[in-house]
């Protein structure tokens, strides 16, 4: 096992003068579990090749364990990738894609079959070994691409948008299997999705990119609870959370028709009249039918999920229209094109600077 260190890691690819990775630094701990997320395009895939060894590094370093291996070819890093599109080879049974790497690296045929049937029990595959790819479902395949990296045994594994093939119920139990599998084999993992859920739900420490710069490296719960600017407050958490600027009022922030104690030191710090105000959909308080507290909320689309409900409406805020979420029970769901008094409750907001997106709240 291995620690796995970005030192300033930077990509640039030719013809481009922005790099594609900006001095990345990452420091992941020997067995845990990384997931580096952020929209198409934001660096999150060509980290993981530069950690693989299939991208050059044009500035810093990457390290595994103690050894730089800046610019070591792939085959010598002691990593093992699982790609999006499996890379199966179609002509080879289950047993012998899952052992060809060991084969080519002269193992001896009854240790190769060996380490393949203990992975094949693990990723219940046992009765599949005898199949070729096209043979099996999508999770299957999966399974495959996952028991070839095991038997291999390296340092660290990379993967790279594993489940995106998959339809959404095999994601949600794949990636169950893969978070515990991981945690049972104790190999440090550094796995590449732009889906948040799976993100948060599967990683140790989840890094946030956007346009080759890293936003935020933290623990799922920290980064939903305190996420660093603007850009992880909207990105992390389904629904997304609701970002209003709102003016800067005596003792907190005007909300519509009620004015919101914040932290004043978030206030001191702000630099503009306003500030940018954050709030989860779980995070409001409904008012009463009778009230006029708070922002009013026209209904335009209920999701009802039946424990609880999500509410898709239209706010005022100021002279624009606002596009808010609220999570509301299931048993008291509004009716589309009602209005609903809406306060975010005290102490669950977050303050943001309108200009920079800095947080500015603790």
């Not at 481009?16 to 990452?26: E, G, W």
């Not at 390296?154 to 998959?166: A, G, I, K």
């Not at 346009?211 to 305190?226: A, E, K």
């Not at 009022?249 to 306003?274: N, Q």
Request: with cysteine; aromatic share 4%; hydrophobic share 40%.
């Amino acid at each position: 096992m291995a620690t796995v260190s970005f030192d300033k890691a930077t990509r640039i690819y030719p013809g481009s003068d922005k790099p594609a990775v900006d001095a990345l630094d990452i420091q992941i701990e020997d067995g845990e579990f990384l997931v580096l997320v952020g929209p198409s395009g934001c660096g999150k895939s060509t980290s993981l090749r530069m950690l693989a060894g299939l991208e050059d590094v044009n500035g810093g370093a990457i390290r595994i364990g103690d050894r730089d291996v800046t610019h070591l070819p792939p085959k010598d890093r002691d990593i093992a990738m699982v790609f999006q599109n499996y890379a199966l080879y179609p002509h080879m049974t289950v047993a012998d894609n899952m052992g060809f790497a060991l084969k080519i690296a002269g193992v001896p045929k009854a240790e190769i079959k060996q380490k393949v049937e203990d992975a094949a029990k693990i990723l219940d595959l046992t009765e599949y070994l005898g199949r070729k790819p096209k043979a099996l479902s999508g999770g299957q395949r999966q399974r495959v691409a996952m028991g070839r990296a095991i038997v291999r045994e390296p340092q660290v594994f990379l993967m790279d948008e594993p489940l995106s093939n998959l339809d959404a119920k095999l994601r949600v139990s794949t990636r169950t299997q893969i978070a515990s599998l991981q945690r049972r084999l104790g190999i440090t993992t550094v796995y590449v999705t732009h889906d948040q859920v799976e993100a948060m739900t599967m990683g140790d420490r989840v890094a946030v990119l956007k346009d080759g710069l890293l936003q935020q490296v933290d623990t799922p719960r920290n980064m939903y609870d305190r996420p660093a600017n603007l850009f992880v407050a909207g990105f992390i958490g389904s629904p997304a959370m609701n970002l209003v600027e709102v003016p800067i009022a005596d003792g907190g922030v005007k909300f519509g028709k009620s004015v919101v104690p914040v932290d004043r030191d978030a206030l001191s710090a702000a630099t503009d009249k306003t500030v940018t105000v954050g709030v989860r959909p779980e995070h409001f308080d409904v008012a009463g039918a009778e009230s006029e507290q708070g922002l009013a909320v026209t209904v335009n689309v209920v999701e009802e999920l039946g424990a609880d409900a999500y509410v898709y409406g239209t706010a005022k805020v100021g002279d624009d229209s606002k596009d808010l979420v609220v999570r509301v029970s299931g048993r008291a769901v509004p009716e589309k094109g009602s209005t609903l008094h809406v306060v975010p409750r005290a102490g669950e907001t977050h303050v943001f600077s309108t200009s920079t997106g800095a947080r500015l709240s603790d």
